[in-house]
């Protein structure tokens, strides 16, 4: 099985690694290796928590996220998205973005012999609004989990009072509002203030729309199916619940490969080998790892593995805010997630080990979140 789910994402690494071999020889092809293997190591807790969205939607929303939602991954984020910001920040057309990011100046250099900026250059001038809109998408994310009543707990000593705190009203909105204000004013730029602040409320904005949309439409669809046969299997979201889902979905890996899209030009400008390194290898090693987690229970089965996604989220968007001021490494930015997952993985085990029969406290039934032994179509 696990040859099947890796199979494809294998097959399109190597194609991605020949065509960048044609397009620009051995420097293309390792420069295309680097994009894929940094891009890899950022999106596992990407992963886990597109497995814990996908196992609550119906089984045609997830072949949608499986082939649509890794199409708009691939070609969306990797390689619309740097243009897009080029077409509005310099007003150039998609052709002349294009032809700008192909052409750079002579030795590398940030600015054209006329003045004019570079592709790197206005991308690199647009993180300060990218990461903030990023960074507060998956702040929101990280409070809305850790401040949640929760069953199980992982770092209890700090989890449990969180999420005591969390009883009080519309707490999450608060704090990611003040770290939002801090960062505007004392870690952005002066002449980025404004921007910075705009930004982040536009991405604590669409957090809250998206997923509302999709608890609410959630909500009403499982209402009106316990009318005429009782709950759903799972409780699985279908009609305008999945859609919304898949909207979800969608946005948080947006808001996941940010800081991937914008480390890569650490790495080269060349938008085709950021496409095929980010896009075709990286993209779709992190489908085959949802697969993974949602088909093997993974999820189920290591109970921690969620809460060191979430706390490595958290991370991120603490690191995505910081970096508007200060240059934050790439490698500093993946260690810490997979620091996070490891440390969770690990822990998980130790505790099936002291109890081997279930949950703690007698229940065997006690640790399987609600849908978590949903599989993955076989088609996915």
Same mark, same amino acid.
């Given at each position: 099985?696990?040859?099947?789910?890796?199979?494809?994402?294998?097959?399109?690494?190597?194609?991605?690694?020949?065509?960048?071999?044609?397009?620009?020889?051995?420097?293309?092809?390792?420069?295309?290796?680097?994009?894929?293997?940094?891009?890899?190591?950022?999106?596992?807790?990407?992963?886990?928590?597109?497995?814990?969205?996908?196992?609550?939607?119906?089984?045609?929303?997830?072949?949608?996220?499986?082939?649509?939602?890794?199409?708009?991954?691939?070609?969306?984020?990797?390689?619309?998205?740097?243009?897009?910001?080029?077409?509005?920040?310099?007003?150039?057309?998609?052709?002349?973005?294009?032809?700008?990011?192909?052409?750079?100046?002579?030795?590398?250099?940030?600015?054209?012999?006329?003045?004019?900026?570079?592709?790197?250059?206005?991308?690199?001038?647009?993180?300060?609004?990218?990461?903030?809109?990023?960074?507060?998408?998956?702040?929101?994310?990280?409070?809305?989990?850790?401040?949640?009543?929760?069953?199980?707990?992982?770092?209890?000593?700090?989890?449990?009072?969180?999420?005591?705190?969390?009883?009080?009203?519309?707490?999450?909105?608060?704090?990611?509002?003040?770290?939002? +204000?801090? =960062?505007? %004013?004392?870690?952005?730029?002066?002449?980025?203030?404004?921007? #910075?602040? /705009? &930004?982040? @409320? *536009?991405?604590?904005?669409?957090?809250?729309?998206?997923?509302?949309?999709?608890?609410?439409?959630?909500?009403?669809?499982?209402?009106?199916?316990?009318?005429?046969?009782?709950?759903?299997?799972?409780?699985?979201?279908?009609?305008?619940?999945?859609?919304?889902?898949?909207?979800?979905?969608?946005?948080?890996?947006?808001?996941?490969?940010?800081?991937?899209?914008?480390?890569?030009?650490?790495?080269?400008?060349?938008?085709?080998?950021?496409?095929?390194?980010?896009?075709?290898?990286?993209?779709?090693?992190?489908?085959?790892?949802?697969?993974?987690?949602?088909?093997?229970?993974?999820?189920?089965?290591?109970?921690?593995?969620?809460?060191?996604?979430?706390?490595?989220?958290?991370?991120?968007?603490?690191?995505?805010?910081?970096? +508007?001021? =200060?240059? %934050?490494?790439?490698?500093?930015?993946?260690?810490?997630?997979? #620091?996070? /997952? &490891?440390? @969770? *993985?690990?822990?998980?085990?130790?505790?099936?080990?002291?109890?081997?029969?279930?949950?703690?406290?007698?229940?065997?039934?006690?640790?399987?979140?609600?849908?978590?032994?949903?599989?993955?179509?076989?088609?996915?």
């Amino acid at each position: 099985m696990t040859f099947r789910i890796f199979g494809v994402s294998f097959a399109v690494s190597v194609a991605a690694l020949v065509v960048a071999f044609l397009y620009g020889g051995p420097q293309a092809l390792l420069l295309c290796a680097i994009l894929g293997i940094l891009e890899v190591s950022l999106s596992f807790d990407n992963a886990v928590i597109n497995a814990t969205v996908l196992q609550r939607m119906s089984e045609f929303w997830q072949k949608i996220f499986l082939t649509v939602g890794v199409l708009i991954a691939v070609f969306g984020m990797r390689l619309v998205f740097p243009l897009a910001i080029v077409w509005l920040a310099s007003g150039l057309g998609p052709v002349e973005a294009l032809d700008l990011a192909l052409n750079p100046p002579a030795d590398g250099g940030a600015y054209f012999p006329d003045g004019s900026p570079s592709y790197e250059t206005l991308i690199t001038d647009a993180h300060p609004q990218i990461a903030a809109f990023g960074g507060m998408f998956l702040l929101m994310l990280f409070l809305g989990f850790i401040l949640e009543e929760k069953e199980i707990t992982w770092l209890s000593w700090i989890e449990r009072p969180l999420a005591r705190v969390g009883k009080l009203d519309q707490l999450e909105v608060v704090v990611a509002t003040t770290l939002l +204000i801090v =960062t505007a %004013v004392f870690i952005a730029p002066e002449d980025k203030t404004s921007t #910075v602040m /705009i &930004a982040g @409320a *536009l991405g604590m904005i669409t957090y809250i729309a998206v997923n509302g949309l999709g608890e609410l439409f959630n909500v009403e669809e499982e209402s009106d199916d316990s009318r005429r046969t009782g709950p759903t299997e799972l409780a699985k979201a279908t009609g305008k619940a999945g859609f919304f889902l898949f909207l979800y979905l969608e946005v948080l890996d947006a808001s996941f490969s940010f800081d991937g899209v914008i480390g890569a030009f650490a790495i080269t400008a060349d938008p085709i080998i950021i496409a095929l390194g980010l896009g075709f290898i990286g993209a779709m090693f992190v489908r085959s790892l949802t697969v993974y987690l949602v088909r093997q229970g993974t999820l189920s089965e290591y109970v921690y593995l969620e809460h060191g996604a979430h706390w490595a989220i958290g991370a991120l968007a603490l690191i995505l805010m910081y970096s +508007i001021g =200060t240059h %934050v490494s790439e490698i500093v930015t993946g260690l810490v997630g997979v #620091v996070l /997952i &490891a440390a @969770a *993985l690990v822990t998980s085990i130790v505790r099936n080990r002291r109890h081997p029969d279930g949950d703690p406290d007698g229940d065997p039934d006690g640790d399987t979140p609600a849908g978590s032994d949903q599989k993955v179509p076989a088609t996915a």
